[in-house]
């Protein structure tokens, strides 16, 4: 009787549990003024588990990410932690209903865009700010954004520009 091998299956790739993610600015209180892309992938790498330059090559392709990279849950408590906002938060800038955070499915490629979008936005504010005073910047309403929390805009382009504009002041030293 011949013997039927089945092939291994791949467990999701585990990334630490989110209790408070690391303080994405070298220095505590010490902030860079400057932001590389080396800064920007590493805020991207906490929250999916790999850089910018494979997720650029997933969102070019059309992709999904294997769930073995990372699942849209995982994607979604590493998101929240880093902007120190609710799951349903993460989940809209990320662009998905918060049922899909309990299904625990593969990240599409545009998911994938917008977590990477953000992530970068949340690494321009860290350089100014640092990591902990970003967390509550994203947070807190602007007077500069028509009294609107930052994290509230990132949902739309537009609301990304004027976030940026806002992050462009703060890079050139304003105080917003």
């Known amino acids: 009787m011949p013997q039927t091998h089945s092939a291994p299956t791949r467990k999701p790739k585990s990334l630490r549990p989110v209790a408070t993610p690391p303080d994405f600015d070298g220095h505590p209180n010490t902030p860079h003024r400057h932001t590389g892309p ?3 992938d590493q805020v991207f790498r ?3 588990g790999f850089g ?5 090559a997933i969102i070019i392709s059309n992709h999904r990410t294997k769930r073995e990279q990372v699942t849209v849950k ?3 408590d590493r998101l929240s932690a880093v902007f120190g906002v609710r799951k349903k938060q993460a989940a809209i800038l990320m662009g998905v209903s918060e ?3 309990s299904r625990n499915t593969d990240v599409s490629a545009d998911m994938l865009d917008r977590t990477l979008q953000a992530s970068e936005v949340f690494a321009d504010v860290v350089s100014v700010l640092g990591s902990a005073q970003a967390r509550k910047w994203f947070g807190t309403p602007n ?3 028509e009294n609107q ?3 509230q805009l990132l949902s739309s382009r537009v609301g990304e520009k004027r976030v940026q504009q806002v992050i462009g002041a703060l890079l050139d030293g304003a105080y917003l």
């Open 38 to 40: 080396q800064q920007r």
């Open 99 to 101: 049922s899909a955070l």
């Open 46 to 48: 906490y929250i999916a």
């Open 52 to 56: 910018t330059h494979e997720a650029e």
């Open 74 to 76: 995982q994607l979604a």
């Open 143 to 145: 007077p500069a954004l």
């Open 149 to 151: 929390a930052p994290v």
